[in-house]
DNA sequence: GTGCGAATGATAATCGTTCTCATTTGCAAT
DNA sequence: ATTGCAAATGAGAACGATTATCATTCGCAC
C-alpha cells in the first residue's frame, strides 16, 4: 500500500498550486511543517499561491488520508505527508525538533485501555516533549547570553 | 501532598476573583473545563467577573501548579484542578466526556523511548479519543433523524 | 476551442486568547 | 478604620491561526 503519487488518485482534482503543495511535502526534508511554512517556501520557489489556498489543500489531504495534521504546543498545527506508517512524536522543547517512534507495547496498552474503560479506541495522539541535547539545540547552552 | 486551599500558599495574591475561580473549579463536578464555560458559570452564579480575568486567573494557577491545562482537539483548552495525581485521558469523540486514567507501563516505555532517542523527557501528552457507548451519548443513535 | 462548475486568491471574518489602560482592590503600615 | 501604592481587574482592542466570502480563473469533458 502505498500513496497515490496523483491526486485523482485521491479523489481530488488535479490542480496546479496543489500539486506544487504535494511536490513540496514529498521532497522537503523536515517533515513537519506548518500551513504557513509551507507557504513561505513556495513564495519562495517563486510559486505563486495564496495562504488561504495552502490551508485548503492541506486540508483536502487530510481528509483524503495523503497527509496528517497534528497540534503540537505553540498554536501552529504541522503537518506530514502520510506514509502508512502509524507513529508518535517527540519534539524538543527548546528547538522544535520533531522525531518519530513507534512502540507496539504503548500501542496496545492503550487499546485495551480504552477497552477496559467501555470506549472504542478510534484516534489517539501522544506526545513527548523533551531536551534533544543535540549540538545546534540553544537548550544545550551551559549559560545563557547576558540579559538585554 | 495536598494543594493548598488558600492562594498565597502558591505564592499568589488573594483576590476575589481568583478565589471564587478556585472554588468553581473546586465545586464543580465536571472537572475539565473550558475557561468560558468557567466564566459562564460564574456569571449565572451571579459573580462580577471579566473573562480575561478568568483566563489570567487560570494561567497564573497553571504557573503556579494548583490547574493543569489540556488541548484536546476542538481549539479551546480545557482546564482541571490539580489533585498531584498524573494520569491521561481520553475523550469520547461523540459527547466529550472525559474520563482519566494512569498506566505505569506507559509511563514507563515513554521515559525509555525518551532515553533511547537522547532526549530528556519534560512532559507528555497522550489522549485517546474514541465512542464511549454511554445512553446518553449521541454515538449511540442507532439511526441518526432524518437529514434537514 | 467552449462552457460550466469547481478552485483560486485577496481580503474580511471568526475564534480563542492575550494585551492595554483606566479604575479598583488587597494589604501593610499607620 | 484610613491611607498609599503596587498589583489586579474588566471592557474592549489587538492578536495569531484558520476559515469564509466572492469575483475571477482554471481544469476538464465535450
Given at each position: 500500500m502505498h500513496q497515490p503519487k496523483h491526486l485523482q488518485d485521491a479523489g481530488l482534482k488535479s490542480t496546479l498550486p496543489r500539486l506544487k503543495v504535494l511536490e513540496l511535502l514529498e521532497n522537503v526534508e523536515d517533515r513537519h511543517l506548518t500551513a504557513e511554512a509551507i507557504y513561505r517556501k513556495l513564495l519562495e520557489a517563486g510559486e505563486e499561491i495564496g495562504l488561504a489556498t495552502v490551508y485548503r489543500a492541506l486540508t483536502q489531504f487530510e481528509a483524503a488520508g495523503l497527509v496528517t495534521r497534528h497540534h503540537f504546543e505553540g498554536g501552529q498545527a504541522v503537518f506530514e505527508l502520510e506514509r502508512g506508517l502509524h507513529h508518535d512524536h517527540i519534539v524538543c522543547v527548546h528547538c522544535g525538533r520533531v522525531e518519530e517512534f513507534y512502540d507496539k507495547v504503548i500501542e496496545k496498552r492503550q487499546q485495551s485501555i480504552a477497552e477496559k474503560l467501555g470506549y472504542t479506541l478510534r484516534d489517539h495522539n501522544m506526545t513527548l516533549y523533551g531536551e534533544?541535547?543535540?549540538?545546534?539545540?540553544?537548550?544545550?547552552?551551559k549559560k545563557g547570553p547576558a540579559a538585554g
Open positions: 534533544c541535547h543535540g549540538p545546534d539545540c540553544p537548550g544545550q547552552k
